[in-house]
């Protein structure tokens, strides 16, 4: 996989200001997933990662929060094969917002 400096050709200080928006981001664990999640909480935005694995995802939001303390990084587990999984994420996160403003699939 390439590092994100090279796969994406914008550099992150080319972000807006992402405050009060909210973003879902599948496969934030690792990756380019996490980079952009990385980013997006620098620039303000709260960011639900959506994974398989929980144990990944609070590994990853230890790390975020490492850089940025006041990230609002939260993980709804789901598993895109499983359409219960799916219902129940998506239950979980209509419980805690009322709009969505980034959709990030990777």
């Known amino acids: 996989m390439k590092n994100f400096k090279t796969a994406f050709p914008y550099p992150p200080s080319s ?12 496969g934030a664990n690792s990756g380019l997933g996490k980079e952009n999640a990385i980013h997006f909480a620098a620039k303000g935005c709260k960011v639900y990662m959506l994974s398989r694995s929980v144990a990944k995802m ?14 609002q990084v939260e993980a709804i587990q ?11 994420a998506t239950k979980a996160f209509k419980a805690k917002e ?5 959709l990030m699939l990777k």
Do not use: H, W, Y
Request: hydrophobic letters at 40%; aromatic letters at 2%; a negative charge.
């Open 98 to 102: 009322t709009r969505l403003d980034i």
């Open 78 to 88: 789901c598993d895109f094969t499983d359409m219960d999984s799916v219902v129940k």
């Open 15 to 26: 972000i807006p200001n992402l405050a009060g928006k909210i973003a879902i981001i599948t």
């Open 58 to 71: 609070e590994s990853a939001i230890q790390e975020i929060k490492s850089k940025t303390p006041e990230a």
